[in-house]
């Protein structure tokens, strides 16, 4: 597999290609530099997630077409606001042919996107997509090979391997890129229907299987497509400063995203569908939850 790079345009038309584990910033050792006090020291890293490139926020957030993000998936033309008016354009994205996989009885092959933690395997295996510090197996990519942790023993991690996990086999396999599911959170196995998440900033729209619809709008809606841009585990805060940017009293933030948190989980129930799918844990972290046929469609 080769290594996967993107070309940018830079704001004077300059072109330069970088690679997975690459940073953007102001520092002399950024494998892009720019020199700009808008910029942070280190202000974003190229990451591999599943065959896919993305482009992850580190000190600062992004901006894609006027809208803050925490990340996004490099595709050619994009536009990747760094501050106001300094713009990088994607001209090339190189990715490799096959991406890294796990298998096990009652699992879907399920590609690795760069963490992943074996939380449980009984009664039914459940994976999470960060760091659980109490997981029997960690996974993870270091844009040079992956690696498996288990046990308090270190090792690579390649297509063929198979060990075990409180006796439950896992086998490591190649999966082509094209047309794989590439952005499963947690599999926990269940009969629950696959989801297909539409979602607009203003409205949005979740349905399970052949069930109708549950449309949203206004605050709901804004928070499910918050939650879809961001594409991972976000602090509360961060989620309801982007869905509320001029409340700046944060016990009257903190309520708004209690009742209407509420609210949300409260339709998706009475509407068939699985609650779970916004999960807010008890760190203070709130995601998109997705299960390996889920289809999202983030059309903000």
């Not at 760091?131 to 090792?155: F, I, K, M, N």
Request: a negative charge; glycine letters at 10%; charged letters at 25%.
């Amino acid at each position: 597999m080769h290594r996967a790079h993107a070309t940018f345009r830079l704001p004077d038309g300059s072109r330069r290609s970088l690679g997975a584990g690459d940073l953007v910033g102001r520092l002399w050792s950024a494998a892009l530099q720019i020199d700009d006090p808008r910029v942070s020291e280190g202000h974003a890293m190229l990451s591999l997630r599943g065959g896919e490139l993305w482009l992850l926020a580190l000190r600062r957030r992004l901006a894609v077409d006027g809208r803050s993000v925490a990340e996004v998936r490099l595709t050619v033309g994009l536009r990747v606001a760094l501050a106001q008016g300094l713009e990088l354009v994607v001209e090339a994205v190189t990715l490799p042919d096959e991406a890294l996989a796990i298998e096990s009885p009652g699992l879907p092959t399920t590609i690795l996107t760069g963490l992943c933690s074996i939380v449980a395997v009984r009664p039914q295996i459940v994976l999470s997509a960060r760091h659980e510090p109490a997981a029997a197996c960690l996974l993870w990519d270091t844009c040079d090979g992956w690696r498996r942790s288990q046990a308090g023993v270190t090792t690579t991690l390649a297509a063929g391997d198979a060990w075990s996990v409180d006796g439950a086999p896992f086998l490591a396999v190649a999966v082509p890129v094209g047309g794989a599911g590439l952005r499963p959170t947690r599999v926990t196995g269940g009969i629950d229907p696959p989801l297909r998440i539409v979602t607009a900033w203003e409205t949005a729209q979740v349905q399970a299987g052949d069930a109708p619809p549950v449309n949203f709008a206004g605050v709901h809606a804004r928070i499910l497509s918050e939650l879809a841009a961001l594409g991972g585990p976000a602090g509360w805060e961060v989620v309801a400063r982007e869905v509320w940017p001029d409340e700046d009293d944060a016990w009257v933030l903190r309520k708004r995203w209690d009742v209407n948190l509420g609210r949300l989980r409260a339709r998706l129930r009475e509407g068939g569908v699985r609650t779970d799918l916004v999960r807010a844990a008890g760190t203070g972290q709130v995601e998109l939850v997705l299960r390996h046929d889920d289809l999202l469609e983030d059309r903000g």
